[in-house]
């Protein structure tokens, strides 16, 4: 069974490691895989660590379970861009379990969290030109492929990613 919560402190080190992996099947060929075999989990390690080490009310980091084996996770943040609204940072499900909704959910808990907190609010996220699996999954779920922009990558280099964005996020609960 899966069970979805809030995530806590001491999660950071779990969501870093699935981040990580994440990363290292997802981003082959498009970073360097010096960073991906070697550096991506000191990297994901100090982001999650520096996000729990401080409180912030507009953020909502979710969290999916089975048993004890973190499958899924997303971070959201509220009032991150004037015209686009409220940011989806991260959203990883685990390859072993991708295709069985748990994405969807996700998507569907930061979409109501959105909606409680700022009714008004649209909802956006940044995905990899190259990342296939994710354009086509969050096209599936209505959304509006916007502007094409170079992104600096913790390598020192850059990458072209796209805005995808939802006016309506009521669209992903529905």
Aim: glycine fraction near 10%.
């Amino acid at each position: 069974m899966i069970q979805f919560r809030m995530a806590v402190r001491k999660d950071a080190r779990k969501i870093a490691e699935l981040h990580a992996r994440s990363w290292q099947e997802h981003y082959r060929g498009l970073w360097p895989d010096e960073f991906l075999d070697k550096h991506v989990l000191d990297n994901r390690l100090e982001t999650w660590h520096g996000r729990f080490a401080e409180e912030n009310e507009s953020r909502r980091i979710m969290t999916a379970w089975q048993g004890d084996l973190l499958i899924g996770f997303c971070c959201t943040f509220l009032d991150r861009d004037d015209i686009h609204g409220a940011l989806l940072d991260n959203l990883h499900v685990s390859s072993q379990v991708q295709g069985k909704g748990i994405g969807r959910q996700l998507m569907a808990d930061a979409a109501g969290w959105v909606i409680e907190n700022r009714s008004n609010s649209h909802l956006y996220l940044w995905v990899l030109e190259g990342n296939h699996g994710a354009i086509k999954f969050y096209e599936k779920l209505g959304g509006v492929r916007g502007i094409r922009k170079a992104d600096d990558i913790p390598t020192g280099g850059q990458s072209w990613i796209y805005r995808y964005s939802w006016q309506d996020p009521s669209i992903l609960i529905r």
